[in-house]
T-cell receptor, first 114, second 117 residues
Framework: SQTIHQWPATLVQPVGSPLSLECTVEGTSNPNLYWYRQAAGRGLQLLFYSVGIGQISSEVPQNLSASRPQDRQFILSSKKLLLSDSGFYLC?????????????FGPGTRLLVL | GENVEQHPSTLSVQEGDSAVIKCTYSDSASNYFPWYKQELGKGPQLIIDIRSNVGEKKDQRIAVTLNKTAKHFSLHITETQPEDSAVYFCAASPGSHYGGSQGNLIFGKGTKLSVKP
C-alpha cells in the first residue's frame, strides 16, 4: 500500500539558517507531489508541485525552493529562513489508489523560526 | 481558474446532532470533490470524495452530496461524536487528468467543527 513520510516532525531554527525538509512516498510510481504551508489556524497554501523528476512549479513567490531528485522524493529548502517561514508544512501525493485518482497528505513538519 | 468557498468557518453542535458543511465552486469543468479531516497537529486525512457522475455518496455516518447545476457540494455528518471535532476542508478539481496543473486541488478555507459532549 502507499505511504508518505515527512521528516523531521518538528524543527526549531534561528532566523537566517538554512532549511531542508524531506518527503518520500512509497508504494506508487510517478506521483504528482506537492508542498503546502499552513499558518496557525489557517487554510492550505500550495507552495510547489511536481509532475516528475526535476520538474518543479512554484505557486507563490517566496523564500523557499523545492527539488525532486528522485521519483518519490520531494525536498523543500531555504538558504536563509525568515520569521514568516514559520508554519506547518505538508507534503502530499496525487496518484492512483484502487483505480481512482486522488490526493493524500503526509503527517506534516512543524517549523518554528526564532 | 477555480475558486472554492466553504461555509461556515466554525460550527458547534451537540453530540448526537447532525452537522452540515457546504462548499461552492466556480469552474464547471471541476469533476472531483474530496473532503479532508484535519485533527490538531496532524496532516489532513481524506474521509470521503465524490466524482461528478454521482449525486450522493455515503460511508457510515458521513455523506457527501453534489449539485452540479448549482455548483455546490456538502458534507453531512450524522450522530456526531466528540472525536468528529476537527477542521474539515473541501476541495475541487478537474480530476480527469494525470499530470499537469489542471488537476491540482483548490481548497476551501476550512470549517472548525466542535462537538460538545
Amino acid at each position: 500500500s502507499q505511504t508518505i513520510h515527512q521528516w523531521p516532525a518538528t524543527l526549531v531554527q534561528p532566523v537566517g539558517s538554512p532549511l531542508s525538509l524531506e518527503c518520500t512516498v512509497e508504494g506508487t510510481s510517478n506521483p504528482n507531489l506537492y508542498w503546502y504551508r499552513q499558518a496557525a489556524g489557517r487554510g492550505l497554501q500550495l507552495l510547489f508541485y511536481s509532475v516528475g523528476i526535476g520538474q518543479i512549479s512554484s505557486e507563490v513567490p517566496q523564500n523557499l525552493s523545492a527539488s525532486r531528485p528522485q521519483d518519490r522524493q520531494f525536498i523543500l529548502s531555504s538558504k536563509k529562513l525568515l520569521l514568516s517561514d514559520s508554519g506547518f508544512y505538508l507534503c502530499a501525493w496525487r496518484g492512483y489508489r484502487d483505480g481512482q485518482e486522488t490526493q493524500y497528505f503526509g503527517p506534516g513538519t512543524r517549523l518554528l523560526v526564532l | 481558474g477555480e475558486n472554492v468557498e466553504q461555509h461556515p468557518s466554525t460550527l458547534s453542535v451537540q453530540e448526537g446532532d447532525s452537522a452540515v458543511i457546504k462548499c461552492t465552486y466556480s469552474d464547471s469543468a471541476s469533476n472531483y470533490f474530496p473532503w479532508y479531516k484535519q485533527e490538531l497537529g496532524k496532516g489532513p486525512q481524506l474521509i470521503i470524495d465524490i466524482r461528478s457522475n454521482v449525486g450522493e455518496k455515503k460511508d457510515q455516518r458521513i455523506a457527501v452530496t453534489l449539485n452540479k447545476t448549482a455548483k455546490h457540494f456538502s458534507l453531512h455528518i450524522t450522530e456526531t461524536q466528540p472525536e468528529d471535532s476537527a477542521v474539515y476542508f473541501c476541495a475541487a478539481s478537474p480530476g480527469s487528468h494525470y499530470g499537469g496543473s489542471q488537476g491540482n486541488l483548490i481548497f476551501g478555507k476550512g470549517t472548525k467543527l466542535s462537538v460538545k459532549p
